[in-house]
Each structure stands twice: as structure tokens, then as C-alpha cells.
Nanobody
Framework: QVQLVESGGGSVQAGGSLRLSCAAS????????IGWFRQAPGKEREGVAT??????????YYADSVKGRFTISQDRAKRTLYLQMNSLKPEDTAMYYC??????????????????WGQGTQVTVSS
């Protein structure tokens, strides 16, 4: 089973930036889809971005709410996933989780399809 540990959360003012990291250990699927989700108080967990690796390179998906502001990337050698968050808004405030599922097809942030989750890191954006 894979273990995921997020870090990098914190408190920033609107317009600021943060970079989240998710370190993976244990068994990693030979092909996988990995991504970021977030959950604000009183709201359902929502998908932020996912990434999968193919022979020709990585393919990423972004939720409309973060497109153009957030960038997902991974360092496979370090087994670490990143989320660079720029131009942060108060509505980005949430607990951010990384999650992974086996297989690299249909790599979309449908939370019910992801089995392995980290414990989360808090991001707070003040206006």
C-alpha cells in the first residue's frame, strides 16, 4: 500500500503563492493517476488537478477554478508530487489532499475513484 504525506501548506494573503508537496512511499503502481483535492469547511471534497505519465510525457487536468493559476507536476525519481499555487484567492482556503489510483487512463479528479489518500495540509488565504 502506498503512503502519501502532504506538506507546504500555510497562511498567505490574497495574490500570494504556495507550493504544496506530496511525498509517496511504499508500493507505487506501475502506472497511476495522482492528483490534488481540497475540502473547505462545510463543503464537499473537490478535485483540483491530476497528472498521469505516458510514453510521450505527462498529461495534466485542472479544474476550471484553478486553471491558469495552479500547476501540477511530479518528480518521479523523488516520488514527489507538487502543486504550485499562484494568485491565491480567499476561496482557495481549504485542506488540500493528494491521492493516487492505479492506471493512467481517464485521469480525472473523480474522488470516489481514488483509493489512497494523504492526511492533508491546510491552506488559508486571507483577503
Amino acid at each position: 500500500q502506498v503512503q502519501l504525506v502532504e506538506s507546504g501548506g500555510g497562511s498567505v494573503q490574497a495574490g500570494g503563492s504556495l507550493r504544496l508537496s506530496c511525498a509517496a512511499s511504499g508500493y507505487i503502481y506501475s502506472t497511476y493517476c495522482i492528483g490534488w483535492f481540497r475540502q473547505a469547511p462545510g463543503k464537499e471534497r473537490e478535485g483540483v488537478a491530476t497528472i498521469a505519465t505516458f510514453i510521450v510525457g505527462d498529461a495534466a487536468y485542472y479544474a476550471d477554478s484553478v486553471k491558469g493559476r495552479f500547476t501540477i507536476s511530479q518528480d518521479r525519481a523523488k516520488r514527489t508530487l507538487y502543486l504550485q499555487m499562484n494568485s491565491l484567492k480567499p476561496e482557495d482556503t481549504a485542506m488540500y489532499y493528494c491521492a493516487v489510483k492505479a492506471g493512467n487512463s481517464n485521469c480525472l479528479p473523480r474522488k470516489n475513484e481514488f483509493r489512497d489518500w494523504g492526511q492533508g495540509t491546510q491552506v488559508t488565504v486571507s483577503s
